[in-house]
């Protein structure tokens, strides 16, 4: 699967964890949920990758998708 499209990216708080979520679409256009919580990482040569969180929106639990709500009911 190929990812063609990240449509949206939300931060969620819970509790003391950071929660990345991306919307994503593949070649056919299907969405998915990619859920991290990696915010930085050193590389195999050494360097540090860092994750950029200024297009992350912080998630308005009353006003979001049914499909993102149903994920995060999961993930509780």
Do not use: C, H, P
């Amino acid at each position: 699967m190929r990812i063609s499209e990240t449509t949206n990216k939300y931060l969620l708080r819970k509790g003391n964890k950071e929660l990345f979520i991306e919307e994503v679409k593949n070649e056919k256009g299907e969405r998915f949920f990619s859920v991290t919580m990696i915010r930085r990482s050193k590389t195999a040569n050494g360097d540090e990758w860092t994750l950029d969180e200024s297009g992350y929106k912080t998630i308005d639990r009353n006003n979001i998708d049914a499909d993102l709500k149903k994920l995060l009911q999961s993930l509780e």
